[in-house]
């Protein structure tokens, strides 16, 4: 579905950045809610919320109509950044809306999506953080049945493996 491919596309953006995808759900809204981690050296994060109802206008205020739909974020520290907020860039299109947050406070941050509609809409929430900490897998490329399967993992930043990670 139309739904799946917004899924897809997250993940297809997440493999050319580079970035971390700590988001990348589709829901149901006329009020919903997503969270997502964001880590303590991340550089930046990018919200995306995409519906495939091109009739929804993205509003910066509560929807007043069955043809308006409102994105709002919550910081971690509980507080719902206002809807004007100089803490970051929004730019909205046909059928989405992406924030952009620099040095973002590091901890759970929340997506609310609400319509004022009487069915529920569908919509996808990608969230994508850029961060010197990375994760590395090495996995093996063939298992048997049976066979013990061997995962190494290791952090690194800019300056290498960090040692001590749990």
């Known amino acids: 579905t139309i739904d799946d491919l917004f899924e897809i596309y997250n993940y297809i953006r997440g493999q050319v950045t580079g970035d971390g995808i700590i988001v990348n759900e589709s829901l149901m809204a006329s009020t919903s809610q997503v969270s997502g981690w964001v880590d303590g050296c991340a550089?930046?994060?990018?919200?995306?919320?995409a519906w495939h109802d091109t009739s929804l206008r993205y509003v910066p205020r509560d929807p007043k109509g069955a043809g308006e739909i409102a994105v709002r974020l919550r910081s971690p520290g509980g507080r719902w950044l206002p809807r004007s907020a100089t803490e970051f860039?929004?730019?909205a299109g046909d059928g989405y809306v992406s924030f952009t947050i620099r040095d973002p406070q590091p901890g759970l941050w929340t997506v609310e999506v609400a319509t004022d509609r009487q069915r529920h809409t569908p919509y996808t929430v990608g969230g994508?953080?850029?961060?010197?900490?990375?994760?590395?897998?090495?996995?093996?490329?063939?298992?048997g049945v049976?066979?013990?399967?061997?995962?190494?993992?290791s952090v690194r930043d800019r300056r290498g493996?960090?040692?001590g990670v749990k």
């Open 43 to 49: 550089e930046s994060v990018l919200f995306t919320v």
């Open 128 to 143: 994508f953080v850029r961060s010197p900490l990375k994760l590395q897998l090495d996995v093996p490329t063939l298992v």
């Open 146 to 153: 049976g066979d013990v399967i061997g995962v190494k993992t």
């Open 161 to 163: 493996a960090i040692d």
């Open 89 to 91: 860039v929004r730019h």
